[in-house]
């Protein structure tokens, strides 16, 4: 899965730009290129994004060293037809150093103003249903040089639509180069299965012992994402997000299948999928009527998604990922995800067995052969497996850590990626609270796609 990049060549000419000397008989322009990285709450299954986003406005900010908009145009229809082809030459930019992109922006442009502390994005308006069109795109230049002779005599003027004007004889451009990214980063959780029979080897004082599992039958009664930002100040020198949200370490921050008002959350941010039934605080209808029907075509025409940010510096190569601290883009501050089940009946049933290499750690080998124990180490492990009930019968697997697909590597959050994952739950997944880890945590293999580029060279002159 992955996303459309946009490709644009532009400068501004005609009426000289301040900076430096034309030639002897030219003016002054400058010379852009945009380009994208290579590489109620009762819930209604969403599909997954598609392998292109489409681009469907572009807007343009020219600014001062100071962040202040000198001059900004949107640039849709037949003008974004011809920022495909060869481009579109902007006219009368004076004292312009930096050029600033936003691709699909609900916001109507900013005509004035400064652009570093007026463009920020909160997270409820990156709903991860929403369609995929609406994805917004930034980036940004701020060192724009050299000066370059300018004859390209392709490149339409732009007037509001495309009109021809070609560059005089020793007209020279400045050049610029922009990367555009997706804001936001996504995950789609695709299929949700449960272990009703199985076992597991397990370690206790020194003792090898197994433990066996059987009719384990909880339900799915929600999905919860944490440790986010709220918001994004994407064109901001430093301080590049802010308004955290920490995963809580109560149980009562999840009032009837969302996080309690009393976060002071985003109420427009999709943070919660769940089917409250309205009776109690603690009755839920399941996520799914049948779980069964969703996995079978999960990861393919449906999915639970959730957008989240990851720090990035929007006028950095990005496809050389110089934009990322690689080694911990968040300061420790990684997405959570809670799956919150209620198990209606607790019958099932564990038992702890010798362990025996020769029973090839085959659950059903060890019901048919296995050698019982109860002895003190036996029965701590048993009490460590035995399903945390919390308020209303309601547990939590908690996923703190994401892994490479088929290895033991931790992911590296990246911006603008799309993150697919499967999840398969056992008993010793779950706890009675959201924070609590458990000693066999949920750990789950992803795959990453970028949203997907297509590489153009338009421009403006």
């Known amino acids: 899965m992955a996303v459309a990049g946009i490709g644009m060549l532009a400068s501004c000419s005609k009426d000289a730009a301040e900076g430096g000397a034309a030639g002897p008989d030219g003016s002054k322009s400058i010379v852009l290129k945009i380009s994208a990285p290579q590489s109620t709450r009762a819930y209604t299954p969403d599909a997954p994004y598609t392998e292109s986003t489409d681009i469907e406005q572009i807007d343009v900010y020219f600014t001062n060293d100071n962040g202040t908009i000198l001059q900004s145009y949107r640039l849709e229809g037949d003008n974004l037809t011809a920022i495909r082809n060869n481009g579109l030459r902007f006219t009368g930019l004076e004292n312009v150093t930096r050029v600033y992109c936003v691709a699909n922006s609900a916001a109507e442009i900013l005509s004035t103003g400064s652009l570093k502390t007026d463009f920020s994005a909160a997270l409820g308006a990156q709903q991860p249903t929403a369609n995929q069109e609406a994805s917004i795109f930034v980036g940004y230049d701020d060192e724009i040089t050299p000066l370059i002779v300018d004859e390209d005599t392709s490149i339409p003027n732009y007037d509001g639509t495309p009109t021809t004007q070609v560059p005089e004889e020793d007209d020279q451009a400045y050049t610029a180069s922009v990367t555009i990214r997706p804001i936001v980063s996504r995950i789609e959780w695709g299929k949700i299965t449960f272990q009703h029979n199985g076992g597991v080897k397990v370690t206790e004082s020194g003792q090898d012992y197994f433990v066996v599992w059987t009719n384990w039958n909880p339900v799915l009664t929600g999905v919860y994402q944490s440790n986010v930002y709220l918001t994004s100040n994407i064109f901001a020198d430093a301080d590049k997000v802010s308004d955290f949200f920490a995963t809580p370490a109560r149980m009562d921050k999840i009032e009837q299948g969302a996080w309690a008002a009393d976060l002071g959350l985003d109420p427009d941010a999709i943070l919660a999928y769940s089917d409250y039934a309205g009776s109690d605080d603690y009755d839920y209808n399941p996520l799914f009527a049948d779980l069964d029907t969703y996995n079978a075509t999960a990861g393919t025409a449906e999915c639970i998604p959730f957008h989240f940010f990851v720090p990035f510096a929007a006028n950095s190569d990005q496809g050389t990922n110089t934009n990322v601290n690689t080694a911990d883009p968040f300061g420790g501050n990684v997405p959570h995800w809670h ?95 959201f924070d609590e880890v458990t000693n066999y945590n949920v750990i789950v293999n992803v795959s990453v796609a970028d949203f997907e580029t297509e590489e153009v060279t338009p421009g403006f002159n």
Do not use: H
């Open 339 to 433: 799956f919150q089940l209620q198990y209606e009946s607790p019958t099932y049933t564990l038992t702890v067995y010798n362990y025996d290499a020769g029973l090839n750690d085959d659950w059903e080998q060890y019901v048919a052969s296995g050698t019982e124990v109860s002895d003190d180490s036996a029965l701590k492990v048993k009490a460590d497996f035995i399903y945390p009930i919390g308020p209303g019968n309601l547990a939590y697997a908690n996923v703190v850590r994401l892994m490479q697909k088929s290895t033991t590597t931790d992911i590296v959050y990246q911006p603008g990626k799309i993150y697919t994952a499967n999840i398969d739950l056992a008993p010793y997944n779950i706890s009675s609270g």
